[in-house]
């Protein structure tokens, strides 16, 4: 049984698969020769587990017979032990630690993010966010395949957009007025000394610089207009005076039209035009970051009603109380709950009456409204309206929806009582976010609303913090004017999604070059791709540096996949990607140099797994299987595979005649074939480049990249050329001083030199020093050997000047 069967044949066999001999009898083959096939069970054998053991028995008595006749069978068959695949662990803020991502219901994710107050422009604060969770969210739908659903807010009734619609409105009224320019100056002056006050009192460093700021500018502009109005200027410079002052103080005269007749402006109507409009610029913005669409985007003015619905249950469930037509949440009698528990992001903040203030909006920390309160932690569900502040009816009267509750009315209306990730920045975590989870838990009455909260890094402008309220932030607009959505996308790539990322032109121009080192070994896979070859060519034979790379491949796939893992550490993966670019490249470049074609296949596979990955992080957009799409601006309808035969054989062409003029020594046709390289084609978006004893390579690359490429081409010859200059005259310049220095016979040039010797020989050379003391011997032995090499130089001049003059 052993020699026939490879088991040990007192074992009952029913370790190895019951096995149906059949027997074969042909020419040249003895008869003991059997093929063998695995038996498998038959429906009418598949019946209780008694019936399988006698099954099995009936087999081994089978296969005994078998054995008996010397018949060979199947040896037993041992599966690969196999590794544990890397699991996904996301940064959970709820633990502060990466927890293995389990989503509630199989594939399904369902996920909300804070979107933005649009009271003003975004800015790359937004776009830190917002750009770092569209990564995260490709990531989970295309690398992992979960099916999200994504959920987002728009906050149009808030505090800030109250106040600035306000102001907005009033300034402008202000403005439609036409006052004149000394009115303007009074209204400007009355303005400041409430501001001026304001600058005194303010204690942060970083609103008082700012607030010092607006002061010096101000005070900048009223100078000029109150010297015109003393002087008597005409009206037009009176006229334009006025107006750069109006322009500089906008801030401070709209704070003070506000605190006087703010309580005047009570048509909604104008709480919902400034939101309305910032609104649609954030999603122009948006759509220009190519940041994918909510599936569903939430307005706070849209759900008024379920909100009330909302704080409505949470009275009735014991954890809100209304106080003078406004509701506040109770934190104490929550957090006594034994099913409860407040501030589980930051329990360390509780108490941070700066934070909760700056929570409960500027126009909600007066006096009278914190004594409303039971205590200081608590904060406002629903807030009773004052005059100048749009409002909705509700069983507390006419009010308004506090900040924190819209989220988890929003959320809960489309999500549920649980969802499994909620995404918003850094700095929401408290008082906003742990807010939301008490408010949302004493409503659903459970302690799992969120199962993952995941924030965004800070964003910080050359290492200072980035805040609208500071007045100190770049805007989306004029972050794009600078780079392309791409370098943006690729320097949050290339940072962690959770950490600090400083926005300054060393973090650009990181990616800016990444960008560039990308697209050079696309555009050279490409052209490998693009030799003619027939269907059977393509297939090369691998060598030892074929299967080297492939292995490096694998290795870096497996290393990119592991660190996606690694709650999507994007960095490392920028890294790795970069590591397999740098093997490809070395790669082609030693083929190259042994005048070979490198291997199509390999490099095909490796230049589509990087784009495949570009797309997935949303660094690339369109259907060209390899590289960044060529043309934009909706150019790269397939541009490369239309214009690529064309230029092909333009180059061709060129390379013919470029080798006969060589060969011809016609150095004005190799001048014409160089412009066409140098000056012609970049400017059609077209690279070429020449390879000694290689065909040209075609690229096509943007005009704007090219022909920044040919300035900086340009100046680099340029400085080449001057530095040729330079050294060209410094050794005319050596060389001049060297014939001069001939030129001297050696019995003059000492009798020259008066401030140093007072006496000389017949030969010239010195005895006496200026002071008339006789040189020394040291000293004289010196300046003999000087005296000789001059001989010598002297004697050489003589012999090679014309006519020995």
Request: hydrophobic residues 35%; charged residues 30%.
């Amino acid at each position: 049984a052993e020699r026939v069967y490879g088991v040990n044949s007192k074992s009952p066999l029913a370790t190895a698969c019951a096995v149906e001999a059949v027997s074969t009898s042909s020419a040249g083959r003895p008869p003991s020769v059997c093929s063998v096939r695995p038996y498998t069970l038959r429906e009418t054998d598949k019946h209780t587990p008694s019936a399988n053991v006698q099954l099995h028995q009936n087999r081994i008595e089978v296969m005994a017979g078998e054995l008996a006749k010397g018949k060979r069978v199947q040896p037993p068959w041992s599966p690969p032990a196999g590794t544990d695949p890397p699991q996904l662990r996301l940064y959970n803020s709820l633990t502060r630690a990466k927890e293995v991502f389990v989503p509630q219901n199989g594939r399904r994710v369902l996920w909300y993010c804070c979107g933005p107050t649009v009271y003003d422009a975004s800015h790359m604060g937004h776009a830190r966010s917002y750009i770092s969770f569209d990564i995260l969210r490709r990531i989970l739908m295309n690398y992992f395949k979960y099916d999200v659903f994504y959920c987002m807010n728009i906050t149009d009734i808030d505090d800030k957009i109250i106040k600035r619609a306000r102001q907005n409105h009033l300034l402008e009224q202000y403005k439609q007025k036409k006052l004149s320019p000394t009115q303007i100056l009074q209204d400007v002056l009355a303005a400041r000394t409430p501001f001026q006050a304001k600058l005194a009192d303010t204690t942060d460093p970083d609103k008082k610089q700012m607030l010092e700021r607006l002061d010096a500018a101000v005070t900048a502009a009223l100078g000029p207009l109150q010297g015109a109005v003393e002087s008597g200027a005409t009206e037009a410079v009176l006229q334009t005076q006025a107006e750069v002052l109006l322009e500089e103080a906008k801030d401070l005269l709209s704070d003070w039209l506000d605190s006087k007749l703010g309580s005047q402006v009570t048509e909604n109507s104008i709480f919902s035009l400034l939101p309305k409009y910032w609104e649609g610029e954030y999603h122009k913005d948006m759509e220009a970051l190519n940041v994918l669409p909510a599936d569903v985007l939430t307005r706070v003015s849209e759900y008024v009603p379920e909100i009330v619905e909302f704080v409505k249950k949470i009275v009735d469930n014991g954890y809100g109380y209304e106080s003078n037509g406004s509701v506040y949440f109770n934190t104490a009698k929550f957090d006594s709950s034994d099913k409860h528990s407040y501030a589980k992001l930051v329990p360390e903040a509780v108490g941070d009456q700066k934070a909760l203030q700056e929570g409960e909006g500027d126009l909600s920390i007066s006096a009278d409204r914190l004594s409303e309160k039971k205590s200081q932690n608590d904060f406002a569900l629903w807030k009773a309206s004052k005059p100048g502040e749009p409002s909705w009816d509700s069983p507390w009267g006419k009010g308004r929806p506090g900040w924190h509750i819209e989220c988890s009315a929003m959320a809960g209306s489309i999500l549920g009582e649980s969802m499994d990730i909620h995404g918003g920045g850094f700095d929401l975590r408290f008082p906003h976010h742990d807010n939301e989870l008490a408010q949302s838990e004493a409503f659903f009455e459970n302690d799992h609303w969120v199962r993952y909260f995941l924030h965004t890094g800070h964003l910080t402008i050359a290492g200072c913090k980035m805040s609208k309220s500071l007045k100190n932030f770049i805007t989306i607009k004029d972050a794009l004017a600078k780079n392309s959505a791409r370098q943006l996308r690729l320097a949050f790539l290339m940072h962690s999604w959770k950490d600090t990322l400083d926005y300054s032109p060393n973090t650009m121009e990181s990616a800016i070059q990444y960008e560039k080192f990308l697209n050079e070994f696309f555009l050279n896979v490409k052209d490998v791709l693009r030799a003619p070859t027939d269907i059977t060519g393509q297939f090369e034979k691998w060598e030892a540096a074929e299967i080297e790379l492939n292995q490096s491949f694998y290795k870096q796939k497996a290393m990119v996949h592991e660190a996606l893992c690694d709650n999507i550490d994007t960095r490392t993966v920028m890294d790795e990607l970069r590591t397999l670019v740098g093997q490809s490249n070395s790669y082609m470049a030693s083929r190259k140099s042994a005048k070979l074609l490198p291997n199509r296949m390999l490099l095909k596979s490796i230049a589509t797994y990087l784009t495949d990955m570009l797309k997935t992080f949303g660094a690339i957009e369109g259907a060209d299987p390899i590289g960044f799409p060529v043309g934009g601006n909706g150019q790269n309808v397939d541009l490369e595979s239309t214009v690529m035969p064309y230029l092909k054989v333009l180059s061709d062409f060129r390379e013919g005649v470029r080798k006969i003029a060589r060969e011809q020594k016609v150095t004005e046709v190799l001048r014409l074939c160089d412009a066409v390289r140098d000056d012609i084609l970049p400017e059609l978006g077209v690279r070429l480049e020449d390879h000694e004893g290689l065909p040209t390579v075609v690229k096509l690359v943007d005009r704007d990249t090219l022909l920044r490429e040919r300035e900086e081409k340009k100046k680099v010859e340029e400085e080449k050329q001057k530095k040729k200059e330079e050294a060209a005259r410094k050794k005319e310049e050596q060389e001049a001083a060297k014939l001069a220095k001939m030129k001297i016979p050696p019995s003059e040039m000492f009798r020259s030199e008066t401030e140093k010797y007072s006496k000389f020989d017949e030969t010239g050379f010195p005895t006496h020093d200026i002071e008339g003391k006789e040189i020394s011997k040291g000293q004289t032995k010196k300046l003999r050997k000087l005296y000789e090499a001059q001989e010598k130089l002297h004697k050489e001049y003589l012999e090679t000047a014309p006519n020995g003059s």
